[in-house]
């Protein structure tokens, strides 16, 4: 499997909990409720808003967390490369043979 096909399961993984979350009762509640922190005359206008907000999440949100996945996951192998020369090249493994240094030296 490769890294991209890893952050997209990954990704699909996290959006399902997401939506699952979303469409529980309580947190429908929550979201209907915050338009009463809004004064009145705002109100409708608020929750005009979060419907187009939560319309731009459903279009938008799957494709950016797997832009995102796959942008951690580069990074973590970035990381991981970068280290593991490190510690390689702390520990002798890849240093230059005496013989290759001293062709180049004269």
């Avoid at 909990?17 to 009463?36: I, N, Y």
Wanted: hydrophobic share 50%; aromatic share 12%; net charge positive.
């Amino acid at each position: 499997m490769g890294m991209s096909a890893l952050a997209r399961r990954m990704a699909r993984w996290l959006w399902w909990w997401m939506l699952w979350f979303m469409r529980r009762p309580w947190m429908k509640r929550l979201q209907r409720g915050s338009s009463s922190l809004f004064p009145e005359r705002m109100r409708e206008q608020a929750a005009q808003s979060m419907v187009r907000q939560n319309r731009f999440a459903r279009r938008i949100g799957l494709p950016m967390l797997i832009v995102s996945f796959n942008l951690l996951l580069a990074s973590c192998a970035l990381t991981i490369c970068f280290m593991s020369a490190l510690r390689l090249y702390e520990s002798g493994v890849l240093t230059v043979p005496d013989e290759i240094r001293e062709r180049v030296e004269h």
